[in-house]
């Protein structure tokens, strides 16, 4: 993070207002460049980045996600919501619940886009619709990945068994989300009374990766960055030049000892 992303003091969790302006400020951006990803997917990434083992400077990640024509400096207010939902994730991720339905819980900031579709009146849906639309947090699934496949070394198994099991694990139950929902719909996350799209397995599912980022969080904090080994450089031969610039052959000279 840089200074000039540096958000307010107490700014609060963000409001649905918020994520609206999230919303206008991706679809601005997607004017000059069809590949940038909704919000739901940009929340994906950002989870993988709180829970990476290293943090990621904003200069490395916002190319990866944006694109390289991407200036913060010219989306201000984005990246200012982008790091109150970073802080606010932070937090929540470490609060220590024990239920998903505790008010602390993370949950990704996700659409049940199939139960809006069937929510509408018949007369206003087409046939064609809910063809290719993607099942319940399966686009935050998938920014989640993208992160992890874009900083690979930063995902590398740990050497301790039981902790490279707990990392194989969550990233099992995050991965199983990128897949279709091929369940009964069971019940709508999009409205209360809405017709059912989302099946009681994907919901189990998504749950599942809710724990998983938890413990992913809790895994790299608890090892800590990687550290890459000290490579000593190697020493000069007899007779090769002095490293110190001397002229001196390295046996007359720092070597003579």
Known sequence: ???????????????????????????????????????????????ALVCMRRQ??????????LGDDFRPMAHMEFVWRWRRRWEEIAAALDEPVEVLEDERTYHPEAIDVRGG????????????????????????????MYAVESFPEEWEA?????????????LEDIVALTEDDTGAPALSMYAEDGPPSVSNERLDAVAAAIWAVYDLRQLWRSIGPRIDPVRKAAEPGRNDPCPCGSGKKYKKCHGAG
């Open 117 to 144: 579709i069937l929510s509408l009146p018949a007369e206003e849906r087409t046939e064609g619709d809910l063809e290719n639309v993607p099942a319940y947090v399966q686009v935050w699934a998938l920014g989640f």
């Open 56 to 65: 990621v400077p904003a200069e490395e990640y916002w190319p990866v996600l």
């Open 158 to 170: 740990p050497r301790d068994r039981d902790a490279a099991d707990m990392l194989d694990a969550a």
């Open 1 to 47: 993070m840089t200074m000039n992303e540096s958000p307010a003091k107490n700014p609060g969790p963000l409001a649905p207002e918020d994520f609206d302006a999230l919303d206008a400020e991706l679809d601005l951006l997607r004017e000059t460049d069809e590949e940038i990803p909704q919000w739901e997917f940009c929340e994906g990434f950002l989870v």
